[in-house]
């Protein structure tokens, strides 16, 4: 059973909860970024030396950040509470309803396999958080973890939203945000009992925040000759919520250019992979697995995987994403690394048309010369890759709840 405990949760006080969060960083622009920055009393004003310096001493910068928190924390513009679990909920304006618990999980268990991946990270951007962390040694976006769901838990979280919240705010995209703060010593020993009975968790997002945690964590586990697993670097912010409470999207792609094809040799070049059916100018959303959208030159085409190139086993080749890689991506486009290339890029999508739809955008206002719509990957296959620890090629799920960035905080100097 992987460890999961309950932590000094760093919040904002009553008069700053609505302003201090903000949604992740990657849902602005720098223009936006600049221009938040300038408000006070905000975490993306706390740090602002990261996000719009000019001055090129990173390690300075990150020194102001650290300092600015602790100054923050000083004007009771932030809160610590005492040792908590936190029960999270988001109700989206469609009534859809996710909810989970906050704490800590071990990157004990990340390293022995008792958390599992599904994604492989990239080595520049998993460092570049790590030296973050380093300097910093605050982790304000919680890992999202996934379960099998438990109805014990669930029932536990029942009776737990019976009472009064310590946070209930609805965001400028209209989610409603509902914490409760659960600090008494019973109901943290009941808790503790049923996810103790949980046998893995799996990393539904933020591959490259626990693979950072751990990076910086096995820095500081070197330099400690006394390391016995419980210090604060041990440990990463997290949000685990069960397979009931997590909706996995379509994550789609846009290529830059043909790799010198025209567009008649390519789809003669796809056909030897796919059945291609040509859809015209409607809009067309994957209805399966093994079918992928594709749209070039003002056409929808369905690309149907040729059942011989379908493994009949949980594999790799068992996947929509990795069967696009493999023959068109790789093979026919010659992008050998998707991890690096700048002629791909990711569109996340909705399950729907309207996902498509944007796709199709894209491409029209001359940001690739092809677009491909895959269907969602399903829960029980991405836990099937991640027990066989396979890794699927970036970007292959694009999964709600999102979560915000210091709604809550864990200081990893407390």
């Excluded at 973890?145 to 609805?170: A, G, R, W």
């Excluded at 943290?188 to 009992?193: T, V």
């Excluded at 399950?351 to 796709?359: A, F, K, V």
């Amino acid at each position: 059973m992987p460890v999961f405990r309950p932590f000094r949760g760093i919040r904002p006080h009553k008069d700053h909860e609505a302003t201090f969060p903000t949604h992740p960083l990657d849902n602005f622009t720098q223009a936006q970024i600049a221009e938040k920055a300038q408000k006070e009393n905000t975490y993306i004003n706390m740090i602002k030396p990261y996000v719009v310096s000019k001055s090129k001493d990173v390690d300075r910068n990150l020194r102001k950040i650290r300092t600015t928190f602790e100054e923050l924390v000083d004007e009771n513009v932030l809160v610590q509470d005492n040792s908590s679990f936190y029960l999270y909920e988001q109700i989206y304006p469609n009534k859809q309803v996710y909810r989970g618990l906050m704490g800590l999980a071990s990157i004990e268990d990340f390293w022995n396999g008792k958390i599992k991946r599904h994604e492989s990270t990239i080595p520049q951007k998993k460092e570049k958080l790590a030296h973050y962390l380093d300097k910093v040694n605050l982790q304000a976006e919680p890992v999202l973890l996934t379960y099998q769901s438990n109805p014990k838990i669930e029932l536990l979280m029942n009776h737990e939203e019976k009472n009064v919240p310590i946070f209930n705010h609805i965001d400028t995209i209209g989610i409603r945000h509902k914490i409760w703060k659960i600090d008494n010593r019973l109901k943290l020993q009941q808790f503790k009992e049923v996810i103790d009975q949980i046998d893995s968790f799996y990393i539904a997002d933020g591959h490259h925040r626990i693979g950072s945690t751990a990076l910086h964590a096995q820095r500081f586990k070197d330099k400690n000759k006394r390391h016995n697993g419980t210090e604060a670097y041990n440990f990463v912010y997290s949000f685990i919520v069960s397979n009931q409470s997590i909706k996995i999207h379509d994550y789609n792609r846009i290529v830059t250019d043909l790799n010198g094809l025209s567009n008649e040799d390519f789809l003669a070049k796809v056909e030897k992979y796919f059945l291609i059916h040509e859809k015209g100018e409607t809009p067309y959303y994957p209805s399966q697995k093994f079918h992928i959208s594709m749209y070039l030159d003002g056409k929808y085409y369905s690309l149907h995987v040729k059942h011989d190139l379908r493994s009949q086993e949980m594999s790799l080749d068992n996947l929509d994403h990795h069967l696009l890689d493999k023959y068109i991506i790789n093979d026919i486009l010659g992008i050998k690394d998707s991890d690096s290339s700048d002629k791909i890029s990711y569109v996340k999508g909705t399950s729907d048309i309207e996902g498509i739809n944007l796709l199709k955008e894209k491409v029209d206002s001359g940001e690739g010369k092809v677009g491909f719509g895959v269907f969602p990957v399903s829960f029980n296959d991405m836990i099937k890759i991640s027990d066989l620890r396979l890794s699927m090629p970036p970007k292959c799920t694009f999964i709600e709840p999102k979560l915000v960035t210091a709604l809550l905080m864990y200081d990893m100097k407390q």
